[in-house]
């Protein structure tokens, strides 16, 4: 079974920078999607970026709207690692922030019922 454990969330100060880090153990799918999504208080889960690719190889990355120039996605296959930097932080960012992952397929990265495994979360508060 697959675990994956997030670390790195803090409490910020607008415009600055964290780096989240999910580490992922068990068996990992050889072509998967793998993404971050967030969730705040009294509002839905939504995903800030996905990463899928195949045999390994990173072939998409995706970014919601509202983070597009300030956060990246990546990921070390080697460490098993799935990375989150994240800049210019704002207040509407703060929230649980999650690790999720699934096979590659079709269904749009976004698509929380799509992913079979989750993270625990960590928090991101910017004030």
């Known amino acids: 079974d697959v675990q994956l454990v997030e670390s790195g969330g803090d409490s910020v100060q607008a415009g600055g920078s964290l780096r989240l880090s999910c580490v992922a153990s068990g068996y990992v799918y050889t072509n998967k999607c793998m993404a971050w999504f967030r969730q705040a208080p009294g509002k839905e889960r939504e995903g800030v970026a996905g990463i899928c690719g195949i045999s390994s190889r990173t072939l998409w990355t995706y970014y919601d709207d509202s983070v597009k120039g300030r956060f990246t996605i990546s990921q070390d296959n080697a460490e098993n690692t799935l990375y989150l930097q994240m800049s210019s932080l704002r207040p509407e960012d703060t929230a649980m922030y999650y690790c999720?992952?699934?096979?590659?397929?079709?269904?749009?990265?976004?698509?929380?019922?799509?992913?079979?495994?989750w993270g625990q979360g960590t928090q991101v508060t910017v004030s």
């Open positions: 999720a992952a699934r096979e590659t397929h079709g269904v749009p990265w976004n698509r929380v019922g799509s992913y079979n495994y």
